[in-house]
Nanobody
Framework: QVQLVQSGGGLVQTGGSLRLSCVAS????????MGWFRQAPGKEREFVAA????????PYADSVKGRFTISRDNAENTVYLQMNNLKPEDTAVYYC?????????????????????WGQGTQVTVSS
């Protein structure tokens, strides 16, 4: 069983920045692909970004490319989402998720159904 504890988030104006963090209890954290997803009111949970165990593969949703950066610190069992130039349409509850991949170099998944473990969620609100 893997527990994911999120921190960060909050209220920011358009154009501002926020950083989300997610700490995992996994013993072999490097073998997990990690992802960030978000869910706005009345919408389905959608993919934002993911990162392979080694950190070398980082797919992004088109809507956040060039603005968001996912990274991980395997020594600290932590994954981050740096969000810059935030827009009102980024307002959502953000979730981190972990997917056992078995190898650090395997590509992470963008389908939320592939992820076994989820964080508690954190609200991000961008005011216009």
């Amino acid at each position: 069983q893997v527990q994911l504890v999120q921190s960060g988030g909050g209220l920011v104006q358009t154009g501002g920045s926020l950083r989300l963090s997610c700490v995992a209890s996994a013993r072999t954290f490097i073998n997990y692909g990690m992802g960030w997803f978000r869910q706005a009111p009345g919408k389905e949970r959608e993919f934002v970004a993911a990162i392979s165990g080694s950190g070398g593969i980082t797919p992004y949703a088109d809507s956040v490319k060039g603005r968001f950066t996912i990274s991980r610190d395997n020594a600290e069992n932590t994954v981050y989402l740096q969000m810059n130039n935030l827009k009102p349409e980024d307002t959502a509850v953000y979730y981190c998720a972990a997917d056992w991949r078995g190898r650090s170099y395997f590509s992470p998944m963008s389908d939320r159904k592939e992820y076994e473990y989820w964080g508690q969620g954190t609200q991000v609100t961008v005011s216009s």
